[in-house]
Structure formats: structure tokens, C-alpha cells
């Protein structure tokens, strides 16, 4: 089991850059996929993007792609996203998961543990 806190979120404006950062308590943070999902309000909750245990592969939804970005640090065991050029139907509730199984990395039932989730606004 690994326990996830994230951080970094807020109120922005349209346009805006917002970076959020996800730390992972013990020491088997690199033996992790890590993802980023988000809700809505009355919605689904939605895949944003996931990095692999060693950072060399990335994927993106495609109403994210192109604005933002995942990376990690093992040596720190946090994962990041860097949201760029933010539009007000990026507001939701975004959680940061990690997943020690192969299951698709897209899909919520392959993530065993989740943060608590932090709120981002963009207004218009």
C-alpha cells in the first residue's frame, strides 16, 4: 500500500498555468505506474495522463494533450503535472493513483490506491 497526498491546486484564470505535485509515502514509489484522473460535477470520473515506474513513457488523454504534462522524481517519490493553456472545462477534482498491476493504464479498476483528490478551478 502506498498513501498519496496531493498538492498544488487552486482558482486560475483561462489561459493559465497551474502545476500539481502528488507525494507517495514508502519506499516502493518507483515500482509504481502513477496516473492523474479527474471529476467533474455530475460526471464520470475521467483519465487525464499516466507515466510509467521509470518515467520513459508518458500518455495523455486528448482533451489534455499537447497542454499538459506528467513526469516524476522516484528519488523524492512524487509524480507531477504540469498543466499549461488551462480552459474552464479543465475544472474538476484531479487525483493522483498509483498502480502496481498491468491493467490499462487508462482505466480506474487498475489503480489500487488513490489520493484524496485536490479541487482546480479555471474561470472564464
Known amino acids: 500500500q502506498v498513501q498519496l497526498v496531493e498538492s498544488g491546486g487552486g482558482l486560475v484564470q483561462a489561459g493559465g498555468s497551474l502545476r500539481l505535485s502528488c507525494t507517495a509515502s514508502?519506499?516502493?514509489?518507483?515500482?509504481?505506474?502513477m496516473g492523474w484522473f479527474r471529476q467533474a460535477p455530475g460526471k464520470e470520473r475521467e483519465f487525464v495522463a499516466a507515466i510509467s515506474r521509470s518515467g520513459s513513457s508518458t500518455y495523455y488523454a486528448d482533451s489534455v494533450k499537447g497542454r499538459f504534462t506528467i513526469s516524476r522524481d522516484n528519488a523524492k517519490n512524487t509524480v507531477y503535472l504540469q498543466m499549461n493553456s488551462l480552459k474552464p472545462e479543465d475544472t474538476a477534482v484531479y487525483y493522483c493513483a498509483a498502480s502496481s498491476d498491468s491493467g490499462p493504464y487508462y482505466s480506474t479498476p487498475s489503480y489500487g490506491n488513490w489520493g484524496q483528490g485536490i479541487q482546480v478551478t479555471v474561470s472564464s
Open positions: 514508502g519506499r516502493t514509489f518507483s515500482s509504481y505506474r
